[in-house]
C-alpha cells in the first residue's frame, strides 16, 4: 500500500517554482503558488521534458521546451482539458512537503480524461 512520502521542506521550493522527486519509481513535480503546494507528474506528454523547471504563473506550469501548459492544481493540459497528466495528492506536516504516488501495481489517479469519440 502507497504511503506518503516526504520530499522536501516548506523553505526548499519557493514561490512561483517547482522542483522535482523521485517517488515510488515515478518524477513527482511540486510546485509553490502563493503557499500552497501542488504535486502533478513531471514529465511532459508532448516530448519528455521536466516540467518543474518552467514557468509557472496563474495555476500553471508552462513547459521548458515547447510551451504546453499544464494545470498544477489538477494536470489538465490548459489547451484540451479533457487530455492531462497524473495528479498527486499532497500535504504540508509542519514544514514537510509530503506526496502520496500510487505503487507501481496501482493506477494513478487522473485527471479527467475522456475519450473525444
Sequence with gaps: ?????????????PQGTGSAFPVNGRMVAVFNEEGQFFAI?????????????????????????????FCIHDGTWCDNPKIGIDRFD???????????VPDAESPPPKADQTDES
Excluded: Y
Design 90 to 100: 499532497l500535504r504540508v506536516v509542519e514544514d514537510e512537503i509530503q506526496v502520496l
Design 41 to 69: 507528474d513531471d514529465i511532459c506528454p508532448h516530448m519528455g521534458a521536466s516540467l518543474a523547471g518552467g514557468h509557472v504563473e496563474n495555476g500553471t506550469v508552462s513547459c521548458p521546451w515547447h510551451a504546453w501548459r
Design 1 to 13: 500500500m502507497s504511503e506518503f512520502t516526504t520530499v522536501a521542506k516548506t523553505v526548499d521550493i
